[in-house]
Antibody
Framework: QVTLRESGPALVKPTQTLTLTCTFS??????????VTWVRQPPGKALEWLAL???????YYSTSLKTRLTISKDTSKNQVVLTMTNMDPVDTATYYC???????????WGQGTLVTVSS | DVVMTQSPLSLPVTLGQPASISCRSS???????????LNWFQQRPGQSPRRLIY???NRASGVPDRFSGSGSGTDFTLKISRVEAEDVGVYYC?????????FGQGTKVEIK
């Protein structure tokens, strides 16, 4: 049974760095072909793809956010961490992580975590 | 970046009637391996997205057969043969042929 759970602060102040953790079970990020993706969704708005990390530690980022994002993995803990620097109120969103395959996209999603950026 | 454009953005439908959503990409989604990496997701109110279709026309596990995907190159369509009440939500296309991956703006399906 595949599950993913996002965790992190519900509230951050402008200019701070956000650190989110995706803890998963039911699969291993050391398995060839396996990836984890982060996606966000501002309230009432569309999904936005943020970043992906694969089993071989290849990393890919959103063009508009790549200077602010870092994705990493801890295979032994079954975790993927996303950091986003210099947070702004426009970054207020629900952040999702999802199990991903290159050939078929995201198949299992976490429930999401709402992050509000406010002073 | 590849721009994904969906239409319509809002789709009122009658229960039991068909529905169709269009998704167009700003460049071809055919990859060098010959596959086209285009997914459709459903997001019901208050829920996480759920994958419906992968590689244009392949239904994901557990997805009812009233959902179908078609298209090629830059033009793609998601069809619901007979809309049910549980189909209310927002539908997104997403390409994963080119980096970075990108979503469409979403199409909100509601019951008339």
């Amino acid at each position: 049974q595949v599950t993913l759970r996002e965790s992190g602060p519900a509230l951050v102040k402008p200019t701070q760095t956000l650190t989110l953790t995706c803890t998963f079970s039911g699969f291993s990020l050391s398995t060839s072909g396996m990836c984890v993706t982060w996606v966000r969704q501002p309230p009432g708005k569309a999904l936005e793809w943020l970043a992906l990390i694969d089993w071989d530690d290849n990393k890919y980022y959103s063009t508009s956010l790549k200077t602010r994002l870092t994705i990493s993995k801890d295979t032994s803990k079954n975790q993927v961490v996303l950091t986003m620097t210099n947070m702004d109120p426009v970054d207020t969103a629900t952040y999702y992580c999802a199990r991903t395959y290159y050939g078929s996209g995201m198949d299992y999603w976490g429930q999401g975590t709402l992050v509000t950026v406010s002073s | 970046d590849v721009v994904m454009t969906q239409s319509p953005l809002s789709l009122p439908v009658t229960l039991g009637q068909p529905a169709s959503i269009s998704c167009r990409s700003s460049q071809s989604l055919v990859y060098i391996d010959g596959n086209t990496y285009l997914n459709w997701f459903q997001q019901r109110p208050g829920q996480s997205p759920r994958r419906l279709i992968y590689k244009v026309s392949n239904r994901a596990s557990g997805v009812p057969d009233r959902f179908s995907g078609s298209g090629s190159g830059t033009d793609f369509t998601l069809k619901i043969s007979r809309v049910e009440a549980e189909d209310v939500g927002v539908y997104y296309c997403m390409q994963h042929t080119h980096w970075p991956w990108t979503f469409g703006q979403g199409t909100k399906v509601e019951i008339k």
